[in-house]
């Protein structure tokens, strides 16, 4: 069965390090999105991403923030000068087909990040 | 107002009990419903979509009520497998936005 995968599982990093979270989204998926959530939080929407272009983002999603899909595979979640806040487990989801879907979002087990 | 709002519980009922969570959304140009579900530090997972006619998949019963903006989800016959975090989801302008709830916790005792 398809699946979204997403790398690195965990990552530790320095207060003001920037890290790159990186995803391989469902291959006939058409829309892509971030989530965060911080331990025992909700799971906080980020950004979706269409047609190679940013299409909705939340106020959590600013400047420190950027996505990419730089080839046809991966889509990646920038964090520039991480926050000690900024810990949390990073989802990547994929959906859409260009035959519909069902709008199900199909998540990656995620990323965890710890700043320190 | 919060763009989802569910009841976080816990819910701790016995097995076998029947237990029902509720989950209203403020915006009436929401278009899709879902439940999704997710277990301690994992990835959500998709448990049922909701339908306008309301619909069912063995023990779990969804329904949606626009004119109130809100959606249930019925468990019948509660396992000890059920205890989880059920996630209200909706969406706006189909697959742009899709907006959690912050869950609901079920607990189900021995």
Redesign the interface.
């Known amino acids: 069965e398809p699946e979204v995968t997403q790398t690195p599982s965990h990552q530790v990093t320095q207060m003001g390090q920037e890290v790159i979270l990186r995803c391989v989204p469902i291959s006939n998926h058409?829309?892509f999105?971030w989530?965060r959530q911080i331990l025992g939080?909700?799971?906080?929407?980020l950004v979706?991403f269409?047609n190679n272009e940013i299409?909705?983002k939340s106020e959590i999603f600013d400047d420190q923030f950027s996505v990419e899909r730089p080839d046809g595979s991966n889509f990646t979640l920038k964090i520039r000068s991480t926050k000690l806040e900024d810990s949390a487990?990073y989802?990547c989801?994929s959906?859409?087909t260009l035959t519909g879907g069902?709008?199900?979002?199909f998540?990656?087990?995620?990323s965890r990040l710890t700043v320190l | 107002r919060k763009e989802v709002e569910q009841d976080p519980g816990p819910f701790n009922v016995p097995e076998g009990a029947t237990v029902a969570f509720n989950c209203t959304y403020s915006n009436s140009a929401s278009q899709?419903f879902?439940w999704y579900r997710?277990d301690c530090?994992?990835?959500?997972?998709?448990l049922m979509?909701v339908y306008s006619s309301g619909n069912e998949d063995g023990r779990f019963t969804a329904q949606l009520n626009r004119a109130s903006q809100y959606i249930s989800l019925l468990i019948r016959d509660s396992k000890l497998s059920d205890s989880a975090t059920y996630?209200c989801?909706v969406?706006v302008?189909g697959?742009?936005?899709?907006?959690?709830?912050?869950?609901t916790k079920l607990q189900v005792i021995p």
Not at chain 1, 102 to 105: C, D, F
Not at chain 2, 41 to 46: A, D, V
């Open positions: 058409l829309y999105y989530y939080q909700k799971v906080e929407f979706s269409y299409s909705e487990m989802f989801a959906s859409g069902t709008g199900e979002l998540f990656g087990e995620g | 899709s879902f997710q530090r994992k990835e959500p997972k998709l979509s996630l989801v969406t302008g697959y742009q936005k899709v907006t959690f709830g912050i869950g």
